[in-house]
């Protein structure tokens, strides 16, 4: 399946990167499903996304980024043999890992834990999205809790249509099912 980058040039993601910084809170496509997102250090941002998805901000969310200096703020890792078990492999399918959080992650990204949920994609989608804001992203499927996942901006345009301020156009990529979660320190999939 082609990931067209047309959406994703020039004053597009300039675009996105004013609606970023402004608390906006967005759709995109990420591997499998369509995600809802925001920035990360924005608590009103990540209210209101909560709000719309009507999940509890005691769960967390994950945080997806294209590099580990990305993550950097949120995580703590103190040896490379753990940052690189979060590294990208092009055969492994999308892999979200429960990590020690930083002292810095906010208590409304890690909710009620001491952990903080985290994935490294090089889906070129959120490349281009993580790159344009040079941050980490907000990332929870996009759907009303207990409900499916959507898979097109079509589905999340019927689903949400103006109480989101950006969907951003483009292809989920071939994963069949959402991200596995795994524990880095114990190898437990929660997922």
């Given at each position: 399946?082609?990931?067209?980058?047309?959406?994703?040039?020039?004053?597009?993601?300039?675009?996105?990167?004013?609606?970023?910084?402004?608390?906006?809170?967005?759709?995109?496509?990420?591997?499998?499903?369509?995600?809802?997102?925001?920035?990360?250090?924005?608590?009103?941002?990540?209210?209101?996304?909560?709000?719309?998805?009507?999940?509890?901000?005691?769960?967390?969310?994950?945080?997806?980024?294209?590099?580990?200096?990305q993550l950097a703020p949120f995580v703590?890792?103190?040896?490379?043999?753990?940052?690189?078990?979060?590294?990208?492999?092009?055969?492994?399918?999308?892999?979200?890992?429960?990590?020690?959080?930083?002292?810095?992650?906010?208590?409304?990204?890690?909710?009620?834990?001491?952990?903080?949920?985290?994935?490294?994609?090089?889906?070129?989608?959120?490349?281009?999205?993580?790159?344009?804001?040079?941050?980490?992203?907000?990332?929870?499927?996009?759907?009303?809790?207990?409900?499916?996942?959507?898979?097109?901006?079509?589905?999340?345009?019927?689903?949400?249509?103006?109480?989101?301020?950006?969907?951003?156009?483009?292809?989920?990529?071939?994963?069949?099912?959402?991200?596995?979660?795994?524990?880095?320190?114990?190898?437990?999939?929660?997922?």
């Amino acid at each position: 399946m082609s990931h067209s980058l047309s959406h994703y040039t020039g004053w597009k993601l300039q675009q996105f990167r004013r609606l970023f910084y402004s608390g906006a809170v967005f759709a995109y496509p990420t591997e499998a499903v369509y995600g809802l997102g925001c920035d990360p250090w924005n608590y009103a941002a990540l209210s209101s996304l909560l709000e719309l998805k009507q999940r509890s901000m005691s769960k967390g969310v994950i945080l997806l980024a294209t590099t580990k200096e990305q993550l950097a703020p949120f995580v703590s890792l103190k040896s490379n043999a753990n940052w690189s078990k979060l590294e990208v492999g092009n055969d492994k399918k999308p892999t979200t890992w429960i990590v020690p959080a930083s002292a810095e992650c906010p208590v409304w990204i890690r909710g009620a834990h001491t952990t903080v949920a985290v994935r490294l994609t090089n889906f070129p989608p959120v490349v281009a999205l993580c790159g344009a804001v040079g941050s980490a992203l907000v990332s929870t499927s996009a759907n009303r809790s207990g409900h499916p996942a959507l898979k097109s901006a079509l589905m999340v345009e019927a689903e949400f249509g103006l109480e989101l301020d950006q969907i951003m156009v483009g292809n989920c990529g071939g994963s069949d099912r959402a991200s596995e979660i795994i524990e880095l320190n114990s190898g437990k999939r929660i997922r």
